[in-house]
């Protein structure tokens, strides 16, 4: 008897119970960092100003090209950070799909063109946020727009959180060619 | 040999058995907690290495130019100028992986689509040199794959999930014919992620994490002594029987 109750709840949980009718797609969103605590992860103790860079149909083209993807946007902006005058860091913003919903990251690149550490901001999905984790994140570090960035590549995915590595690497490299292509040498 | 001699033996070797499948689980538990420590294989050892003919799990040639064609194996998407002598990498920005779905549009050259089963779509206007990613038509819940493709005239596409087939069109977007309602693809995500949360411990919160992986640490502990128990206990008999 008592086996039947347990078995019975059992299934009661795994399949009976009520559930929310024709609500739309859920969006388990985590929010890991604001933009202002990136920032401060990102670039410790430097003076950060946003600057906004417009896209050029020609470097459009030349961008697209190397990234073999479209790019969309028109301008982009991307934080600065200074100290004592001197530039010794970039960040940029990237938000890029992941597998339904967008992973939002940042990107920060010293001024030779190489990542010096990328943090996730918010976290939209139910499964994969594993890619928060150090582990798969300090891989893209001292990594420049000549590296492949791609998993399988040079980047190991993590198990579990396929697509959204995927998404990570793609987006990485994405914010190193923009940085490149409109910053460093336009 | 007495009945429950027999039975003792059965019970023995059927719970060694039971020990190494319980290892397996508490292992694959602990593996499935951290996937950090489960990378993929080694890049080295997955480096493209061309396209294996026998491999192709996709093919498409371009209706505007038949000597074009686009192929994909497990890894990569590829493409040929000379009706499939020489083939060269045809770059995609994430890894195109398990492409099932090759499709050139009937009336637009240069215009084709590929479907990646576990991710989604991905669109080229220019014959596969510059992609972008396609919205999927819906939120994809557990066990939802893309199983194939077809391009219509006029930029129609029509796509087959696991679930039913989705209809888009470039001025009305994605139209459903799923073969699900919409309060059942709700009911299947929540039982999924029940599961889900029950397997990997976080049901129970941050420290259900911790929870599972002593538990797990418990089993791995308790098949082992339990296989060296059994071990000594054989060997003692074994000597006891020499012995007399």
Wanted: with cysteine; net charge positive; hydrophobic share 45%.
């Amino acid at each position: 008897m008592r086996k039947l109750v347990a078995l019975s709840l059992l299934g009661w949980l795994m399949w009976g119970h009520p559930t929310p009718a024709a609500e739309p797609p859920t969006v388990y969103e985590k929010v890991y960092l604001t933009q202002a605590q990136a920032l401060a992860t990102v670039m410790p103790g430097l003076q950060v100003k946003s600057q906004t860079v417009a896209l050029s149909a020609a470097k459009r083209k030349q961008i697209q090209a190397r990234l073999h993807r479209k790019v969309p946007e028109n301008q982009i902006t991307l934080f600065v950070g200074q100290h004592q005058g001197k530039t010794e860091r970039y960040a940029l913003v990237m938000n890029e799909i992941g597998k339904y919903y967008p992973i939002t990251f940042m990107v920060a690149v010293n001024p030779k063109g190489s990542v010096e550490q990328v943090v996730i901001m918010v976290y939209r999905e139910k499964r994969g946020d594993a890619v928060r984790r150090g582990r798969f994140l300090n891989q893209f570090n001292h990594k420049s727009s000549q590296d492949a960035l791609a998993v399988n590549t040079d980047i190991i995915h993590l198990t579990g959180a396929t697509i959204s590595s995927w998404s990570v690497a793609a987006g990485v490299k994405k914010a190193l060619v923009l940085l490149e292509e409109l910053v460093l040498h336009p | 040999m007495s009945m429950r001699r027999q039975i003792w033996r059965a019970h023995k070797w059927i719970g060694l058995c039971a020990c190494i499948f319980m290892l397996i689980v508490s292992l694959t538990a602990l593996g499935l907690n951290h996937p950090e420590w489960l990378t993929a294989e080694r890049p080295s050892a997955i480096a493209a290495t061309g396209l294996q003919r026998q491999n192709i799990t996709a093919l498409a040639a371009d209706p505007f130019n038949p000597k074009h064609l686009v192929a994909s194996d497990e890894h990569a998407l590829y493409q040929s100028l000379d009706q499939g002598h020489a083939w060269q990498d045809l770059p995609l920005f994430v890894p195109a992986e398990h492409v099932n779905h090759i499709a050139f549009a009937p009336d637009q050259p240069g215009r084709l689509v590929v479907s990646l089963r576990d991710s989604g779509l991905y669109l080229s206007d220019d014959g596969g040199q510059i992609w972008e990613e396609m919205p999927l038509p819906f939120k994809p819940v557990a066990g939802e794959q893309i199983q194939t493709l077809s391009l219509a005239g006029k930029g129609q596409i029509h796509l087959k999930t696991r679930q039913g087939l989705y209809y888009f069109e470039p001025k009305a977007g994605w139209k459903n014919n799923v073969s699900t309602t919409p309060q059942a693809r709700q009911q299947q995500e929540t039982r999924s992620n029940w599961l889900y949360d029950l397997h990997t411990g976080k049901i129970f919160g941050p420290w259900g994490l911790y929870l599972y992986d002593a538990a797990a640490l418990a089993l791995i502990f308790l098949s082992l002594s339990g296989i060296y128990l059994s071990w000594r206990l054989m060997a003692r008999r074994t000597l006891t029987a020499k012995n007399s």
